[in-house]
């Protein structure tokens, strides 16, 4: 598996060979938890911002840009300078994770309950 993302519980993620990825502070995983939360859709850096703060900082949108670039030199370590992101990637005006479904515990759990909604609850 690919890198792999734990959210229920305190937000984590791994690399492919299952050790822990370091995703520095609070607001970096606040960051990820997010685009988590919209399951590969992209997030306007605005929506972020509003996330994030109450009443945001004067930098606000530097900040989230800053808390992205460390993610993702966290996330894709091996990935050359000025190579596109692959992972946790810029689309239009903000940004998308794209990870696979299988490596986000919060998507395997919804994708498991969807699959059993109809089943009789033995089978379930």
């Given at each position: 598996m690919p890198v792999g993302f734990g959210v229920l519980g305190p937000v984590t993620a791994w690399d492919d060979a299952g050790a822990p990825v370091d995703l520095k502070?609070?607001?970096?995983?606040?960051?990820?938890?997010?685009?988590?939360?919209?399951?590969?859709?992209?997030?306007?850096?605005g929506q972020i911002v509003d996330d994030l703060w109450d009443d945001p900082p004067a930098g606000a949108v530097g900040a989230v840009r800053t808390f992205v670039a460390a993610l993702r030199r966290r996330l894709e370590p091996h990935r050359p300078p000025r190579e596109p992101a692959r992972l946790l990637v810029t689309g239009g005006p903000g940004y998308?994770?794209?990870a696979e479904p299988e490596s986000v515990d919060a998507w395997r759990f919804e994708d498991t309950v969807a699959a059993v909604a109809d089943a009789l609850p033995r089978a379930a």
């Open positions: 502070g609070p607001r970096h995983r606040a960051v990820l938890a997010r685009l988590v939360a919209a399951r590969g859709r992209t997030v306007p850096v998308a994770l794209r």
